[in-house]
C-alpha cells in the first residue's frame, strides 16, 4: 500500500502534539514510551513481514506511531490498548494521517494480559507490537497461548529480554521465557532500537524478537500447562541439579528422578541444558 495508501507518519513535532492536546503525563507502571521516529516503525513492519493478507493485532498502539506505519501496509490492524485516553484519541488519529484506511482499524480498549479473541471484532493473523517492558513476556506467552491463528509474532521488547526469548540451550540467560517462547515456534533476534526514537527517552535499549509458530506440539491447553508447570519448577532453582529442582513438582527427589528417567532425562543434569522437547516429554510423564 505504502505511498498510494496516502497514510503520514508522526514525528517528534506530532508526537508532541498529540501528547500536549491529550495532556499526556507517560507512565512507568504503563510502559508508554512512545516512538517518534518514522524510520524505525518502518523497519519494525518491514521486518515483521505483514503484509495485504494480514490482519494484525496491535499490542499498546500508544499515540498510534506504529499503528499508521502498520496501516501502509497490513491488510488490517486491531489494536489493543488499556489506557482510555489514547485507545479513544486513536480513531481521530487514523482519520487524519490515515484516511484511506480508516475502514480498517479498530481499537479496542482491553487489557493485553486477558484479551482473549472474541473480544476482538476479526481474527487476527500477526501480532506486531511495541510491547510495554513491565508485562512484555506475560502479554507475549498469553497472546500466543490464546491466540491459535497468529501465525507470526513481531515484537520490541527489552534488549535483555530480547536476548532471553531468543537463547537457546546452554548459555546464561536460557531461561522460562526461551523455553516457552520455542513451545509455539521457531524464535529469533530481528533487530536492536536505541533509545532516541523514544519520549520519554527509556534508560535501556531494545530489541526486536520474532517467533514463526510451527505448534509442533499442537494446541492442547492441558499439553501446553503440564510442559510450562514443569519449565517453572526447572528454573525456580536453576542453580540445582534437575532432580533437586523437581523434588517439590514430582513429590520427592527419588520422584523426580524417577520421572527424569521416564522422559529420557540425566536426573543429574541442570535445566538450562536442556531443550523444549525435553520439558515436552518430561510434562507428560504420568505424577
Ligand atoms: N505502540 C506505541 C509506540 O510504539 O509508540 C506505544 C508503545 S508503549 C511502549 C506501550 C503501550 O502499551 C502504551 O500505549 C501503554 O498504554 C500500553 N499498555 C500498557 N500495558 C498494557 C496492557 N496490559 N494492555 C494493553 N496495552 C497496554
Redo the contacts with the bound molecule.
Keep these: 500500500m505504502t505511498e498510494s495508501s496516502g497514510v503520514r507518519l508522526l514525528g517528534p513535532a506530532e508526537i508532541r502534539g498529540l501528547a500536549a492536546e491529550l495532556d499526556v503525563r507517560p507512565t512507568k507502571t504503563?510502559?508508554?514510551?512512545?516512538?517518534h521516529d518514522a524510520n524505525t516503525?518502518r523497519r519494525i513492519v518491514a521486518t515483521s513481514g505483514v503484509g495485504p493478507d494480514d490482519v494484525v493485532l496491535?499490542?499498546?498502539?500508544?499515540?498510534g506511531?506504529?499503528?499508521l506505519a502498520l496501516l501502509e501496509t497490513a491488510g488490517r490492524v486491531v489494536a489493543?490498548?488499556?489506557?482510555p485516553k489514547?485507545a479513544a484519541r486513536l480513531p481521530q488519529t487514523i482519520a487524519e494521517y490515515a484516511p484511506a484506511r480508516a475502514a480498517d482499524f479498530d481499537v479496542v480498549l482491553?487489557?493485553?494480559?486477558t484479551v482473549m479473541p472474541d473480544d476482538l471484532p476479526v481474527t487476527p493473523t500477526a501480532l506486531v507490537?511495541?510491547?510495554?517492558?513491565n508485562?512484555s513476556v506475560p502479554?507475549l506467552l498469553h497472546l500466543m497461548s490464546q491466540f491459535p491463528t497468529l501465525r507470526t509474532a513481531l515484537v520490541m521488547v527489552q534488549a535483555e529480554v530480547a536476548d532471553r526469548l531468543a537463547t537457546g540451550p546452554g548459555s546464561r540467560t536460557y531461561g522460562v521465557p526461551s523455553v516457552k517462547a520455542r513451545y509455539f515456534g521457531d524464535v529469533s533476534r530481528a533487530g536492536a532500537v536505541g533509545k532516541n526514537v523514544f519520549w520519554p527517552e527509556p534508560k535501556i535499549e531494545s530489541g526486536l524478537v520474532r517467533i514463526e509458530r510451527r505448534d509442533r506440539f499442537g494446541t492442547d491447553a492441558i499439553h501446553r500447562a503440564a510442559t510450562f508447570s514443569a519449565i517453572d519448577a526447572a528454573f525456580a532453582q536453576r542453580r540445582k541439579t534437575m532432580r533437586a529442582a523437581l523434588a517439590s513438582w514430582a513429590g520427592s527427589a527419588a520422584q523426580a528422578e524417577d520421572a527424569l528417567r521416564a522422559a529420557g532425562i540425566d536426573p543429574g543434569i541442570r535445566g538450562e541444558r536442556l531443550d523444549v522437547d525435553d520439558f515436552v516429554r518430561l510434562g507428560q510423564v504420568p505424577r
Design positions: 504503563l510502559g508508554q514510551n512512545f516512538v516503525v496491535e499490542v499498546g498502539p500508544g499515540l506511531s506504529l499503528t489493543v490498548e488499556i489506557d489514547l482491553a487489557d493485553a494480559l507490537a511495541n510491547l510495554p517492558y508485562v502479554v
